[in-house]
């Protein structure tokens, strides 16, 4: 089944949120190598990105390999990015409180520091780049919040029996493959 137009902006979204994550990952890994892996605050913005990535990784997987997956659904997928949200905002709040006192002029560091000089213009990319992989991520999930909130109220209580990449609002009237408007229900055991 091809994507609706909310499955690909939705996807969109997350292509993007993916991108930021592998700049996050690309810098956060410099910035430990030049010390060794040693500074917890630097070494938090590293295991977020490849946590992030490997959770992005499989959600899209999941949601291009199966028609029906259920991690692609918007009770799952609100759930996953309002926790991540949440780790990045309180992550993002302890590395910058630790990065504020690395000067914001890079240049003002002498030429015979050149080593110096690029991990400090890497933390500030990356001190820059870990608030903008959460702005994404936050507004990925009060986006899908509010969407869903928006169908369900309008009626369209079927958006959480299907993933959003291939949620069609009109369908609820007329009948999804996804919902619970079989002919078949009137057999189904009364509890």
């Given at each position: 089944m091809a994507f609706s137009s909310v499955g690909r902006k939705k996807i969109s979204a997350q292509v993007a949120f993916l991108l930021v994550n592998i700049v996050v990952l690309a810098l956060a890994a410099r910035v430990n190598s030049f010390q060794d892996f040693f500074f917890v605050a630097d070494l938090f913005p590293l295991c977020m990105a490849i946590i992030t990535l490997v959770v992005l990784v499989v959600l899209l997987s999941l949601d291009f390999a199966l028609d029906n997956s259920y991690t692609g659904r918007a009770q799952s997928e609100i759930a996953v990015y309002g926790v991540l949200s949440i780790f990045w905002l309180a992550f993002n709040a302890f590395s910058t409180a630790r990065w504020r006192l690395i000067p914001f002029t890079c240049g003002a560091i002498p030429d015979?520091?050149?080593?110096?000089?690029?991990?400090?213009?890497?933390?500030?990319?990356?001190?820059?780049?870990?608030?903008?992989?959460?702005?994404?991520?936050?507004?990925?999930?009060?986006?899908?919040?509010?969407?869903?909130?928006?169908?369900?109220?309008?009626?369209?209580?079927?958006?959480?029996?299907?993933?959003?990449?291939?949620?069609?609002?009109?369908?609820?009237?007329?009948?999804s493959a996804f919902g619970r408007d079989s002919e078949f229900l009137q057999f189904e055991k009364i509890n």
């Open positions: 015979e520091f050149a080593e110096e000089r690029t991990w400090c213009k890497d933390i500030q990319a990356l001190k820059s780049f870990v608030w903008i992989n959460w702005l994404i991520c936050f507004f990925i999930f009060t986006m899908t919040l509010r969407y869903s909130v928006a169908q369900y109220t309008r009626g369209n209580k079927h958006i959480f029996q299907t993933p959003l990449s291939r949620y069609e609002p009109e369908l609820g009237a007329t009948g």
